[in-house]
């Protein structure tokens, strides 16, 4: 079964500067989704940015990008120009692309942004 | 923007009593998931749903948990008898057909049992 780790239970940044949150995941496939969700306190949880496995170019979105080292199986998120409204939960999320099943969570990051 | 309902927000019961959760997707979404989150870790399925039919309940403590979709649209999760450890925040997930596509969330129930 896919396992998702995310060995950084907290991590703290100053507001505007940049943080990377780390992921590993285990898995014998080769085509797969990954994906970043933010969760902030007492909200739902939103997606933030995903990465198909078969795309060698990473991910950006705005603020976010992503570092994806495919045969390390590493999947790191970058925060650029961190802001006040950054700080929540973030997960890390595995998904196969060969069966219909669910979403592997990572245990999250919590982050803080100080001003 | 199109978002996936869920009711109530909160719920404190005590053990032993019958507890539901109620979950309406975003429609056109044919496949809805029940998460559920431990304070501080990670959401972990309980079921999945592809239209009214149930693709994955292997999680599911099925001796006290039970979940429906009968008409393929809204979902009803129900404990019964509560337990102190199932206490939980309770997200409802749901997404379209195509595996690349991310889920969207609920807002969730956090449940209290005492």
């Known amino acids: 079964a896919q396992t998702v780790t995310q060995s950084q239970p907290e991590m703290s940044v100053q507001e505007a500067e940049t943080v990377t949150l780390s992921c590993t995941y285990d898995?014998?496939?080769?085509?797969?989704?990954l994906f970043w969700y933010k969760q902030p306190p007492s909200r739902q949880m939103i997606l933030v940015i995903r990465?198909?496995?078969?795309?060698?170019q990473n991910a950006t979105e705005n603020r976010f990008s992503v570092n994806f080292q495919k045969a390390a199986k590493s999947f790191s998120l970058k925060i650029s120009d961190s802001q006040l409204g950054d700080a929540a939960m973030y997960f890390c999320?595995?998904?196969?692309?060969?069966?219909?099943?669910?979403?592997?969570f990572g245990a999250g990051t919590r982050l803080t942004v100080k001003p | 923007e199109a978002e996936v309902a869920q009711s109530p927000r909160y719920k404190i019961t005590e053990k032993s009593q019958a507890v539901a959760f109620w979950c309406d997707p975003i429609s056109g979404h044919a496949t809805l998931y029940w998460y559920r989150q431990i304070l501080g870790q990670g959401p972990e399925l309980l079921v999945q749903?592809?239209?009214?039919?149930?693709?994955?309940d292997s999680q599911l403590p099925k001796d006290r948990f039970s979940a429906e979709r009968l008409k393929g649209v809204d979902s009803t999760l129900k404990i019964q008898p509560a337990e102190l450890g199932d206490s939980a925040m309770y997200l409802c997930a749901s997404s379209l057909a195509g595996r690349k596509d991310g889920y969207t969330f609920g807002s969730g129930t956090r449940l209290t049992v005492v």
């Open positions: 898995t014998s496939e080769s085509d797969y989704y």
């Open positions: 990465q198909e496995a078969y795309k060698q």
């Open positions: 749903f592809q239209d009214e039919s149930v693709v994955d």
């Open positions: 999320a595995y998904r196969s692309a060969y069966n219909n099943n669910d979403m592997r």
